[in-house]
């Protein structure tokens, strides 16, 4: 028998990113807020101090910020046809887990989606016919950019982000990204200095007609205070940003932006190393009476509450809703159902360069420190006769060179022996690698459900992903590293070893871990989970943030967008929601 | 300590507080990644944080999981891996034997970042590791699986004794799967051993390896320096920067 | 000479050692009070919502508000508040090499709190240091300060007291031994050091000052910290806010030195520090970190501006000779500095205001006593949250990373370079600090011995 605890206005499920900006939008709106984090309370001086954080071997490769596997897992396969087997060790995707979740160490690389993203579906058959979407299950979104623009610009102020506008309120600005949505405001600080590679690269890519620009950092160039009286200071270019916390203050983060905040509020009440198991609902199943949750000490609590919402990381957010039961789970076969459906993940691509006669010194770096282009990306260009449609920005981003990842060689030399030795030691401050980071459209046989077989540390059926890449993804991949690798031999590389992404989908190595969908917006029940205002349609006291609300994922990395879209639930919470409780858009 | 039933806060207090915070220290080390066993705890006000309080990296735990014999192995294995020449030090050389053995020994060796938990058919490639044993019990089996491969292929020697160019084949073939071993895998042990020595080659000294930080010195890596700021737009300059590990240089204690 | 006489003169000397052995024992006690304390420098919500919660209108409102304002700014609930406990509940104990004191619950409870003092007791205690029944009350609680407070607002103070969430709990008695357990040995105490009065407007200085001094010496007891104590634990008025060691951390000099002292502060800055614990020279943290918490982000603009005028008047602190480092000291505290410490203060220093304080003239890194600079570097310390500037932003502890020798010599590097200068600092200074706060050793430097062990 559970213990019953003390209702609460609001019970939030995880808290990283979208349930530090639930809880202070919630609570300085007046309501009463508890959040529940299944690991432990961490900060930057006790967990990434300065005077330990650059640990590659700890952090990067004994997974110290992430995910432990040993507790909680998936299974995998790429096709139906398989069976899925549980993903015994981290790779391709590195999950957070603890107070800030992947918020501390992702590279806060903060984007907007294009106007055209919103529209993925309506926008190409419209301007490439149907066959461009025939064999994907893409869908437009239920809400549009100029919706959401207010929403970016209020995460782009808790940042401080560091870049430069390329469209403000429709007029082009010289330096940024001319493809951009229009912005109602410029960036809080200004773009990060440049380093060689990415200053190479600029060049070269100008020279070629492309309009390069600062990447949007939320690793700041400058000390800047947020509107709620949080200090971010500026970047010292440590290199230890993605895979790591930052140990001076420097890269936006819930702790470093809003979670001391919100803890000083008397209607907050934080709660770590609890686990939530299911969301409970009333006998009826209509509305949720709040969650159930285990303590470390393996004890049951259920917390009831006015809202549940779900603010996990996307995976444990589609895993909830089907170990909770609410919504209908996607059926490949039938193609019914919502639930796991259109999962969708980023289809990434690279090219290493290397250098003779430059010193690149790529170990100084920042985790959004690049000059980029973005002409290749979305529909800023014309796939008329391609076969496929999306695309990715380049970028020429040094997050620095952690030696034990990041010690490249040309292809052709070996992985090891005295080769692979001279050439690891004449290359490693003489090269970079171009990132392209791409779309991934949703097909129908990529989904997440509840795995048959392999069960989770509390008896409970373990997620199941089943992806594989796309003809379309990996034809999209191929063009757009080709033409990295055209801008990469303008730079005067002496050697360009383009790598774009091939199936099958592996999930041993490191690729992003931008994975989304499965718990998708739309206009109505029968195609998503949730209406657009990230309200659940089967129960109206449930909502969910994150990656999980993309119908498809678009090619730019997602934190912006998933924080955008929690403002909005946020807003749409307090101004409608709690005035009169039930749906916010009728079925 | 709290006498009365209440705090008291005196020298006494002040020595169990420092002690507390330890423990506290402690947890935070072994619960920040998920593994189970920390209190829950209801926070208000801050995130927690006193004097000290700090998730360090522990002190290394003596290696003791390898046999003589298996860390033999290791050493002439990882010395074809990464050879002496005049470019910088061997795998040996630069502690990596010493290095693995501490790892297999501790955390990393039992496996508690992996998920171990049954059935275990084979997998396709693409859905990675799916062995049952953690890496300590899958390197002691490797080891004699290889062993038992070379003492019958070369009369019953030992991978150490091998010429350098028998080793290299050998290890050729594990890597691209074309030996057969008993129990493990071939390539998968390859894989894991390639990466660990690179791990132990390259990661901080405080680990036992990349000794003197000789390996960041051989490709001009200077460790956890944090502050760059002067040097971003140094373009095609040399940094004049001493590697620096995480318990420092010899700059530190010797002027 | 008469025999009687000798006696007579005996006894009196005999007296006299007694009463100075007392004063001693006493004072040793005072004097090692003033900072073993938890440091919780964080308000609960719960507590910040009494310090700093809306007061419902009503006849005494503006009485009431007056009260709670004057009891913040004497910040009564850093000690009357145990860890855990309610807040001005009482039961934190104050720690003494001889036993321990009790902070006492000043709730309105009638029986275990101050629901039945009146007035006239309430000004008594505050300003003469006698509880409501006549006992002498222990200078571990600041009478010696509080005796300038005015009786209008004594009386405010106990209004807003007795509506504090009353809680009935009675802190423990105190636990000391003889001589120190006598509560007469207060009174001998008292006669030799404690000087009754009331403030003393001075007529040739502005309001402000006036307004600054009020609080400075009386509610706000600065110099019950920063002020350093005799032998007997009684205010050397010789060096009246000269700063002084809390055992385990420093409270600074708060004259015009520029070195030491708030002499290359403004007014303006001044304020912000109290304000938003932080300005463009200096972090509040340790035992500031709380008064500002818990006091002083909470007052307004003007008392602190008064605050800071009367403490910017303050005539400097006389500078100390300071030996020079030793030069092998410098380079490796150099090299330690540009590695561990530039992350956030930067190669040259200068740190990042309101962040990370800036290095070159820092007042602390150049007290006379490097326990304060010692602390931060061994221990870390954290910024006071405040309620515009909530980030909590902490110096990590380096005491896991650095021997005590280089943390010795970083300290002394800090102190002697950008123009600073201070004595250098010793190794068995960082290790004494080190056992007192009971910090790990350092990690072991790796003596790899190759693949051999």
């Not at chain 1, 806060?108 to 993925?120: E, G, N, V």
């Not at chain 2, 901080?204 to 010195?217: E, L, S, T």
């Not at chain 3, 031994?177 to 007529?203: E, K, N, T, Y």
């Not at chain 3, 602190?317 to 380079?331: E, F, I, L, N, V």
Request: net charge neutral; aromatic share 10%.
């Amino acid at each position: 028998m559970a213990m019953r605890e003390k209702p609460v206005d609001v019970v939030l499920v995880g808290f990283g990113w979208t349930g530090a900006i639930m809880a202070q939008q919630l609570c300085d709106a007046g309501m009463n807020v508890l959040a529940l984090e299944r690991a432990a309370a961490r900060d930057t001086p006790v967990n990434w101090a300065p005077t330990f954080d650059q640990d590659e071997l700890r952090y990067r490769w004994r997974d110290h910020l992430f995910q432990n596997v040993a507790y909680s897992t998936l299974t995998f396969r790429n096709n139906a046809d398989q069976q899925a087997l549980p993903m015994r060790k981290l790779g391709a995707f590195l999950p957070g887990t603890g107070v800030g979740g992947a918020g501390i160490h992702w590279n806060a690389q903060i984007w907007r989606f294009l106007p055209s993203d919103f529209k993925t579906r309506s926008h190409n058959r419209q301007r490439y016919g149907a066959a461009a979407v025939a064999d994907l299950s893409v869908q437009d979104w239920p809400v549009a950019y100029e919706d959401l623009e207010p929403y970016y610009t209020m995460f782009d102020k808790l940042c401080g982000v560091s870049g430069k506008a390329g469209n403000l309120k429709g007029a082009i600005q010289p330096g940024g990204n001319p493809f951009e949505g229009a912005r109602s405001e410029d960036y809080p600080t200004p773009p990060l200095p440049m380093t060689y590679a990415p200053t190479l690269f600029a060049q070269a890519a100008e020279s070629m007609g492309y309009h390069p620009f600062p990447h949007p950092a939320g690793n700041l160039s400058q000390a800047y205070t947020n509107p709620l009286g949080m200090q971010l200071g500026k970047c010292t270019f440590c290199g230890f940003c993605e895979k790591f916390g930052c140990g001076n203050y420097s890269k936006a983060s819930p702790q470093t932006t809003i979670i001391p905040y919100v803890l000083q509020k008397a209607n907050f009440e934080l709660r770590t190393d609890c686990d939530v198991l299911k969301v409970e609902r009333t006998a009826d199943g209509r509305q949720a009476t709040g969650v159930t949750y285990v303590d470390s000490n393996g004890t049951e609590h259920f917390q009831p509450a006015g809202i549940v919402i779900l603010t996990a990381f996307q995976l444990h957010n589609v895993h909830l809703l089907l170990l909770s039961g609410i919504g209908k789970p996607y059926d490949p076969r039938t193609g019914e159902g919502v639930v796991g459906k259109n999962y969708c993940y980023q289809t990434m691509g690279s090219v290493d360069v290397f250098f003779e006669d430059k010193l690149l010194n790529p170990f100084i770096g920042a985790g959004s420190l690049a000059s980029v282009i973005d002409n290749y990306n979305g529909d800023n260009f014309d796939h008329g006769g391609l076969g496929f449609i999306g695309g990715a920005y380049i970028a020429a981003l040094v997050t620095g060179a952690r030696p034990i990842e990041m010690t490249r060689v040309p292809d052709g030399v070996p992985k090891w022996g005295l080769e692979w030795k001279q050439a690891a030691a004449h290359y490693f401050l003489r090269n970079f690698s171009l990132s392209v980071h791409g779309s991934n459209y949703a097909q129908a046989g990529n989904y997440l459900d509840l795995d048959p077989i392999y069960r989770d540390h509390f008896g409970r059926p373990m997620l199941r992903m089943t992806f594989d890449f796309t003809p379309n993804d990996l034809k999209m991949s191929a063009y757009v590293t080709d033409k990295a690798a055209e801008v990469a031999r303008r730079m005067g590389a002496s050697s360009v070893h383009p790598k774009p992404r091939k199936g099958p989908f592996d999930i041993t190595p490191y690729q992003t871990t931008h994975t989304v969908g499965g718990t998708m917006m739309g206009d109505n029940p029968t195609d998503s989970v949730v209406n657009r205002y990230s309200q659940s349609w089967d129960v109206p006291n449930l909502f969910v943030t994150g990656a999980g609300l993309f119908p498809q994922n678009a090619g730019y990395n997602p934190t912006g967008t998933v924080a955008a879209l929690a403002y909005m639930t946020a807003d749409a919470i307090k101004s409608r929601y709690i005035k009169a409780p039930g749906p916010l858009v009728q079925a | 300590m709290a006498k009365h039933g209440s705090d008291l806060i005196g020298r006494r207090e002040l020595l169990a507080l420092g002690l507390a915070g330890s423990v506290a220290a402690a947890d935070a080390a072994t619960r920040h990644d998920g593994l189970l066993g920390g209190p829950s705890e209801s926070i208000k006000g801050t995130l927690p944080w006193q004097d000290g309080m700090t998730d360090a990296p522990p002190a290394p735990e003596d290696g003791a999981f390898l046999s003589a014999a298996e860390l033999a192995f290791v050493a002439a294995a990882a010395d074809r891996l990464i050879p002496a020449d005049p470019t910088g030090p061997s795998a040996s050389e630069a502690g990596v034997p010493t290095f693995i053995d501490r790892q297999l020994a501790g955390g990393y060796g039992r496996g508690d970042h992996l998920f171990l938990g049954g059935p275990w058919p084979k997998g396709a490639p693409t859905q990675g590791y799916q062995s049952r044993f953690a890496p300590a019990q899958y390197y002691r089996t490797a080891i004699a699986d290889i062993e038992e491969h070379v003492g019958s292929s070369y009369s019953g020697k030992a991978f150490k004794d091998l010429p350098p160019d028998r080793q290299d084949a050998l290890l050729k073939q594990y890597e691209d799967g074309k030996v057969q071993l008993r129990r493990v895998e071939a390539k998968a042990f390859f894989t894991m051993f390639l990466q660990n020595v690179m791990e132990g080659y390259f990661s901080d000294p405080i680990y036992g390896g990349n000794r003197d930080m000789a390996a960041w010195k051989m490709i001009g890596f200077p460790g956890a320096h944090y502050d760059y700021s002067e040097w971003v737009t140094a373009y095609n300059r040399k940094v004049p920067i001493a590697p620096v590990g995480l318990r420092g240089r010899p700059g530190w204690d010797q002027a | 000479m008469s025999v009687g006489r000798a006696v007579r003169r005996g006894l009196a000397v005999i007296g006299i050692l007694i009463l100075l052995l007392i004063a001693i024992v006493v004072g040793t006690w005072i004097w090692a009070m003033n900072y073993p304390r938890e440091a919780t420098i964080e308000p609960t919500p719960a507590t910040l919502s009494i310090l700093a919660g809306p007061i419902a209108d009503g006849p005494q409102a503006a009485l009431l508000r007056r009260g709670r304002y004057l009891a913040v700014a004497g910040d009564c609930v850093s000690c009357h508040t145990r860890k855990g406990g309610a807040p001005f509940a009482g039961g934190l104990g104050l720690g003494t090499p001889f036993g321990l004191i009790y902070a006492p619950n000043i709730t309105g409870d009638p029986e275990t709190g101050i629901g039945n003092w009146t007035p006239d007791q309430f000004y008594r205690a505050l300003t003469r240091g006698v509880d409501d029944e006549g006992h002498r009350l222990y200078p571990a609680f600041p009478y010696p300060w509080f005796t300038r407070i005015s009786r209008a607002d004594s009386d405010a103070i106990l209004a807003w007291l007795k509506t504090v969430p009353a809680v009935r709990y009675m802190a423990p008695g105190n636990r000391l031994p003889f001589p120190a357990d006598i509560r007469l040995s207060i009174a001998a105490w008292d006669g030799m050091f404690f000087r009754p009065g009331r403030f003393v407007a001075d007529p040739k200085q502005s309001p402000d000052w006036n307004r600054g001094a009020y609080y400075v010496n009386g509610l706000g007891h600065c110099g019950a910290c920063h002020t350093p104590l005799n032998l007997a634990g009684a205010a050397r008025n010789d060096r009246f806010l000269q700063g002084s060691n809390l055992n385990q951390w420093v409270a600074p000099d708060l004259t015009g030195n520029e070195r030491t002292g708030l002499g290359r502060w403004s007014v303006d800055e001044l304020v912000e520090y109290l304000r938003t614990g932080r300005n463009a020279h200096a972090n509040a943290s340790g035992p500031m970190a709380e008064v500002v918490a818990y006091s002083t982000s909470f007052l307004s603009d003007a008392d602190l501006r008064a605050a800071a005028i009367y403490l910017k008047s303050l005539k400097p602190s006389p500078d100390t000779a300071a030996a020079a480092p030793d030069p092998a000291a410098m380079r490796r505290g150099a090299g330690i500095f540009s590695d561990a410490c530039a992350s956030c203060h930067l190669a040259d220093g200068s740190g990042q205001p309101r962040l990370f304080p800036p290095l070159p003239g820092s007042a602390v890194a150049q007290q006379r006593d490097p326990t304060g600079l010692l602390h931060l570097i061994l221990a870390g310390g954290r910024t006071a949250p405040t309620p515009t500037r909530p980030a909590p932003l902490t110096m990590p502890s380096f005491a896991w990373k650095l021997s005590d020798q280089e943390a010795a010599d970083v300290a002394t590097y800090l102190r002697n370079s950008w123009g600073n200068r201070a004595a250098p600092v010793s190794a068995s200074d960082a290790a004494h600090l080190r056992k007192a706060l009971r910090l790990t050793a350092p990690l072991a430097i790796e003596r790899n011995q190759g693949p051999n062990r």
